[in-house]
């Protein structure tokens, strides 16, 4: 196979995989341009809480998910607007809860 076909095998892919994704979540990829950056500002807050004992770590693993019960991962944000409103939770909860809010949205 030519690195061309090749190249055309794999767009191929990555369409159908954002099909897939639209249709278990309408919502998925649509988000404003200063999403990312107000996602950036929120983690730097909690790493910040983490580092000066506000929050604590999760990286002991004692922590539980606040949905599921297993270890907590990484604090869920549901608004950016207040960065140090956040919840423990699992990776799978995390990505089940979906994006937070954003002032920018
Ligand atoms: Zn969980």
Same mark, same amino acid.
């Given at each position: 196979m030519d690195s061309n076909a090749l190249f055309l095998k794999r767009s191929d892919a990555a369409k159908r995989a954002v099909e897939t994704r639209r249709l278990r979540?309408?919502?998925? +990829?649509?988000?404003?341009?200063g999403h990312k950056y107000w996602q950036r500002m929120a983690v730097n807050y909690v790493r910040a809480a983490v580092a000066i004992g506000l929050l604590p770590s999760l990286?002991? +693993?004692d922590i539980a998910c606040v949905d599921c019960g297993r270890n907590a991962y990484c604090y869920d944000h549901r608004?950016?607007?207040?960065?140090?409103v956040v919840v423990p939770v699992c990776g799978s909860c995390n990505s089940k809860r979906g994006p937070a809010k954003c002032p920018t949205d």
């Amino acid at each position: 196979m030519d690195s061309n076909a090749l190249f055309l095998k794999r767009s191929d892919a990555a369409k159908r995989a954002v099909e897939t994704r639209r249709l278990r979540n309408p919502d998925w +990829g649509i988000r404003s341009a200063g999403h990312k950056y107000w996602q950036r500002m929120a983690v730097n807050y909690v790493r910040a809480a983490v580092a000066i004992g506000l929050l604590p770590s999760l990286s002991a +693993g004692d922590i539980a998910c606040v949905d599921c019960g297993r270890n907590a991962y990484c604090y869920d944000h549901r608004d950016y607007s207040m960065p140090l409103v956040v919840v423990p939770v699992c990776g799978s909860c995390n990505s089940k809860r979906g994006p937070a809010k954003c002032p920018t949205d």
